[in-house]
């Protein structure tokens, strides 16, 4: 090659510029495998045989979702940061005009910081871990994900709500302790109170016996709670595991309807009779009785 020959200018621009696009590409790429090899790395460390198995499952899950976000975040940073030193843009001068972008738009980063913060006091006060059902400003749902900035519930039709921490205020958490199991059950005034109550009770033993692994304290009959207008209100009352009192109830209810089935006891209802207008044509062997007003 001649010594005195040059790279022509765009030329030249065009190596600069592809150099650095293909190291900026790299440190992309890079940035993808540590999240992901990141991820691997603290599923394993949470996972049920791992370096944590003495922590519960439920706090297992939070601390990984956790830690997975400040990977997240902080590899982010990082990439981003090396990108601009790849392209020659000085990170102190993008930092102080970052704080001046900052100032221009505090409110919102007011939110964020509120965000995190809530967060972290949800997470360092154990308000609610991953798998709880929770009660959020009138949502309720499984939690499926926390992190710092916000919380994820999935309700029973599917939906995922995406709450920001910093919205949280009041929080009803169903999966800590014993949950109350209740079933009112309607009498006809006609019964004999004391039959019904010894089916009751019959009804109770038999699903204690067969649900002991789910249920805390009885069910037991309360016994008459309620004179209504059309009904002798008897209710039963049990404690269960979280998330198992639904399931109390429903066996409950099955076996106290087959069983005062069984025994003839009256549930009452709304019955409906058709009375025919006066006047309006029938068989004359239907003709409707005559009554006093």
Known sequence: MNAGYTIPAAT?????????????????????????IGRRLINHAFAANGPSRRLDERRARTLAALLQSILRYTVDFLAVLAVFQVFDIPTASFLAGAGIVGLALGFGAQNLVRDMITGFFIIYEDQYAVG??????????????????????????????IIPNGAIDKTTNHSRGAVRALVDVGVAYEEDLDRALAVLDRVCKQVAAQHADVLVEGPSVLGVTDLGRNEVRISILAMTKPLQHWQIERELRRRIKDSFAAEGIEIPYQKYISVPARGAGRPADHAPIDRDD
């Open 12 to 36: 030249a621009a065009l190596l600069l510029w592809g150099g650095r696009a293909i190291r900026a590409a790299a440190i992309v790429v890079g940035g993808w495998a540590a999240i992901h």
């Open 132 to 161: 709880d059902y929770v009660t959020i400003g009138g949502l309720s749902g499984v939690v499926e994900e926390m992190g710092l900035r916000v919380t994820k519930l999935r309700d029973f039709s599917g939906d995922l709500h």
